[in-house]
């Protein structure tokens, strides 16, 4: 029997090296996982939008200065999330009916090329929906300090004009 060469010793190594990845991947369920995510952080967004819609206070607490751009910030908001899922649709079904490992190099190709697509998605989520969930949480916030202050305020006259209340107490 003749010694294989150190070529052929490279290519076998290289062959099983592929074989034990073929037999030992998750790349379609791993798809699926980043999908989930994407859905999660759609649903954070489509959260905030009801937190503001569920309250009648809170819209009437917003700051005086900012509230038409968080009116142009939900309907912008609304209308990316609408955007956001539709593309997130689009890239799911490519995947779709599809889990455990890839069983060819075509399939690993076609697996890049969709994790590309949810790559790019999640760029354009983090660049366009977030900034615009944080701008529309922050001025929620400070409708519900407007409210805890009138709140306070409220309960402060009250407590003022409350004869069992004693405020005249000096310390010794």
Excluded at 77 to 91: C, E, G, P, R, T
Excluded at 117 to 135: E, G
């Amino acid at each position: 029997m003749t010694k294989k060469s150190q070529a052929r010793l490279q290519r076998d190594a290289q062959k099983k090296k592929e074989e034990e990845f073929f037999k030992n991947n998750n790349v379609w369920s791993d798809l699926e996982a980043i999908k989930q995510s994407c859905e999660a952080a759609l649903y954070e967004a489509n959260f905030q939008l009801s937190k503001f819609f569920k309250d009648e206070e809170v819209k009437n607490n917003l700051p005086r200065e900012t509230i038409n751009e968080v009116i142009i910030s939900i309907r912008a908001l609304s209308d990316d999330i609408k955007k956001f899922q539709n593309d997130l649709n689009m890239i799911a079904s490519k995947h779709m009916n599809r889990t455990g490992g890839a069983i060819s190099p075509d399939n690993i190709q076609e697996y890049f090329g969709i994790f590309e697509m949810y790559n790019q998605w999640t760029t354009l989520y983090n660049a366009c929906v977030k900034p615009t969930i944080m701008f529309i949480a922050e001025n929620i916030d400070a409708a519900y300090s407007a409210i805890e202050y009138k709140k306070s305020l409220q309960i402060q006259a009250e407590n003022a004009t409350n004869p069992e209340v004693v405020t005249d107490v000096e310390p010794k």
